[in-house]
């Protein structure tokens, strides 16, 4: 009869606990002590304190990947089986599993919406540096071109659906990779503040030392132990590439697609202004574009009301980024023309909106944002508002002379 076998429990988490975790806090309470007297002794309990909960963070996921080395491949090798089994794929197709394949009839459709499919995922995984970068997206942009030179509304269609789908992927990843830089950035503020310790003595941010390590001890255990299966797609190349989606989009006449889905991306807008300034000065060369596209939009549709909800969300979410984006003072994003151009387009778009409710709403917001910003005195819509503040005034003069 043969032994079960079981697994050594690992010591070092019960020595951490039952010996060193009461030590430590037992030399802390004098370290408090001394730290109220002596500035030596403060940076002293804080560099403890520092360096005592990182390896706490560390040292048990090393013990337990060190005890089971195999077991995060096994899963990991066992979850693919079961989705190629499951999908019935082959396990090198990757751009065929998971939420790609969750994306509607896409890749089911036919051969050439799963081939321009694939070309889009891979332009979107593999960086701007590699050489095979721009060979794969000349291949993606000759077979949109084919296809809407076959003058075949169908293909025009699998182009539109593609691209859409490309567009909300790109998108949903750079709201991602701005909101991480954003915590990133306020996590490393707040650890490297001068605001460390609070007034009335040396009682010492503990709580403030022990998440901001243990962001460090997140990131740096995951870095060392995960594999590298995929580069880190950053957010100036994401930007980049919405925009040239999104042109693509507008060159198979689904410019209100990529409009749409930039106007709901209002946690994006918001993030975006703490961002840094090259991608701020991306994401501005987008919104530029899309507002262009959205003077058009609804123009010969005939469900207008949509349009303007379109419209106004458009205006609500990304006025506030253009009024406070860090747009480059020396290496500006926009000529002086192109400020202008855009002046205009903007003015344009708020007088296709309802007077009283939509209008009023999007240029209150724009004043709120333009004066409360001393550094930037762009974009100008001083006429336009103006001009609604007079419209304003006669309806109301009308309105009271048809009283009486």
Known sequence: MVEAQTAPTPLAPLLLRNILLPLFIYSDKTLINLSHKFKLFHIIRYTLITAFLFFLKVIPSFISYSLH?????????????ELDSDSGTHPWVPFLKGNDAADGSLVDETCIARALTQLLAIINEIPVSSRKYEIVRSYAEKLMNE????????????NAKVLSAAFSRALQQLQSAAVAASKYDIEKNTATGGDVTKKGGGYFGLNRVIKTVGHYGDFAWTQFTKPKTRLRVSAEKLSAELLWLAEKLVACGSADEAVRQWASASKLACVALSAQQRLQGSLVKLSVYLFKEAVSMGVQDDDMEESRKVKTKLLMSWLPFLCRATIGVEAPVLTFNEKAELENMLGKLIESLKHEQEQEKVLSLWLHHYAHCPSSDWPNLHHYYDRWCTASRNLFVLQGKQEK
């Open 69 to 81: 080395p195999n077991q995060n491949q096994n899963q990991n090798h066992n979850a693919d089986s």
């Open 147 to 158: 296809n809407l030179e076959e003058g075949y509304e169908p293909l025009r269609k699998v």
